[in-house]
């Protein structure tokens, strides 16, 4: 028996900016138990194939990710999307996944089994880790980059309130969200009941005041004086 399709918010092919935060914990089950697998039993080349999965997936795109076309094609439309987040955490805790499959197999490879075994446990024990509680690691080293990254590179002292189209008031508050960011939904009404007048950037559609302002991650809220000013950031 088919099951009905449930509609998306997000194509999981197109808007590639989010995802369902349900897919890369999906994908870490897979990574998780192949891990293990090949860890208790000896067969290291599985490593290989994860750590190569892991890989392709990185560079070429979802739709060379099996497990994430297995999770789009067959499990999503039965279960329904999850909460969308930004995409960019669970692509870099992948990336860090390659790694530690690659140095894994190339351990097992120089005669290393042991140490081999050992960075293949790692990415079974953190991959189950995000699998059972959501706590991902990876995800987590992302957004500490980000934030320092922000702090360093994208600080920002004053924006241009002709460029944003938004009058000079007290209270302003500039908000950088995208219409897929569940939790950009919830920052604006919160704002403004704090009695500040809100002033929101699509970066989707102003990728170029993102760049400006060094908008790594959203949402971010500047207060901002009359003047343009940046008193605060959010």
């Known amino acids: 028996m ?6 998306r918010q997000a194509d999981p092919y197109k ?5 369902d935060s349900r897919a890369p914990r ?16 000896g067969f290291w080349p599985l490593l290989t194939l994860l750590g190569a999965q892991l ?3 990185v560079l070429f795109g979802r739709q060379y990710c099996l497990p994430c076309v297995f999770y789009f094609t067959v499990v999503q439309p039965r279960f329904g999307e999850g909460e969308l987040e930004d995409s960019r955490a669970p692509r870099f805790a992948n990336i860090i996944g390659t790694v530690f499959l690659g140095a894994a197999t190339l351990a097992y490879i120089g005669g290393f089994p042991t140490v081999g075994a050992v960075l293949g446990g790692i990415v079974a024990a953190l991959a189950g880790l995000a699998t059972t509680t959501g706590v ?3 995800c ?6 980000a934030k320092l990254r922000g702090i360093k590179g994208g600080h920002v002292e004053k924006v241009d309130l002709e460029q944003l189209g938004a009058e000079a008031k007290e209270n302003l508050v ?8 569940s939790d950009c939904q919830d920052v604006k009404p919160k704002l403004e009941k704090e009695g500040r ?9 102003r990728k170029d005041l993102a760049k400006k302002y060094g908008v790594s991650v959203v949402p971010l809220a500047f207060s901002v004086g009359t003047d343009g000013r940046v008193l605060a950031r959010l």
């Not at 987590?140 to 980059?145: L, T």
């Not at 002033?199 to 989707?204: F, G, K």
Request: contains cysteine.
């Open 2 to 7: 088919s099951a009905t399709a449930l509609p």
């Open 15 to 19: 808007d590639l900016l989010v995802i």
């Open 26 to 41: 999906f994908n870490q089950l897979v990574v998780s138990a192949g891990a293990a697998i090949a860890v208790f039993t």
């Open 55 to 57: 890989a392709v997936s």
């Open 136 to 138: 991902c690691v990876g």
């Open 140 to 145: 987590e080293v992302y957004r500490i980059i």
């Open 174 to 181: 500039v908000l950088f969200t995208h219409p897929l960011c």
């Open 197 to 205: 007048h809100v002033l929101t950037v699509d970066v989707s559609k």
